[in-house]
């Protein structure tokens, strides 16, 4: 896994640095930007996991693990949107494109961006409660959830044992699938803060 974070590391930072997340951290944020973050995480979640839920499923049946399955974030997203009273449906934006078919090869690295990306989500759960007064009841239950505390542990015991010792010889596609999905992240971020400054 070393391997796979020093080369997908640009791409990382770089999403890091795109403005609406982090807008996101901000001591001036305000519920009506957290809204439109959340509805830009939510877009990008719905149109993703059209393709995700069912390929993950696919990977893990021909590459068991005893404790690692994909959870679904939308839904969590919708939630907090309308627990904040913002739209939770019916987005227009570009189709997320990030290419999930074939043999799955690119697919742990797709999984490795989502999974990792929830290790901050107890510190953005205290800045929003520090903020915004919004709490696990009311608007941030995606940064809440107690599952994602063993989603990431969970995947990279099975990154690390049941996947990646048959296929070490596909990791530039594993590669490949992680620096696609931080690309598509930030285009679809970049998108998005186009449509809301468009308003």
């Not at 020093?6 to 809204?35: C, D, I, N």
């Not at 974030?73 to 949107?81: E, F, S």
């Not at 739209?87 to 934006?93: K, R, T």
């Not at 999984?111 to 205290?126: D, M, R, W």
């Amino acid at each position: 896994m070393e391997q796979l974070r020093e080369q997908t590391r640009p791409a990382h930072l770089a999403l890091e640095t795109q403005p609406l997340l982090k807008q996101l951290l901000s001591s001036r944020l305000t519920r009506a930007e957290y809204g439109q973050v959340l509805q830009a995480m939510l877009a990008f979640y719905q149109s993703l996991e059209l393709e995700l839920v069912p390929a993950a499923a696919a990977l893990l049946r021909r590459h068991p693990s005893p404790d690692y399955q994909y959870l679904p974030r939308a839904p969590l997203l919708a939630d907090d949107c309308r627990a904040l009273g913002c739209a939770s449906a019916g987005f227009i934006h570009p189709p997320v494109e990030i290419q999930l078919g074939g043999r799955g090869a690119n697919l742990p690295g797709v999984l490795y961006v989502i999974e990792g990306s929830t290790q901050g989500g107890k510190f953005i759960a205290k800045h929003l409660a520090h903020t915004l007064g919004v709490s696990e009841d009311s608007g941030a239950s995606f940064f809440h959830n107690q599952r994602w505390a063993n989603s990431w542990p969970a995947f990279r015991r099975w990154f690390g044992t049941d996947w990646a010792h048959d296929r070490q010889a596909e990791i530039d596609s594993v590669i490949a699938g992680a620096n696609m999905t931080f690309s598509a992240l930030h285009t679809h971020f970049d998108h998005w803060q186009g449509l809301t400054h468009g308003r």
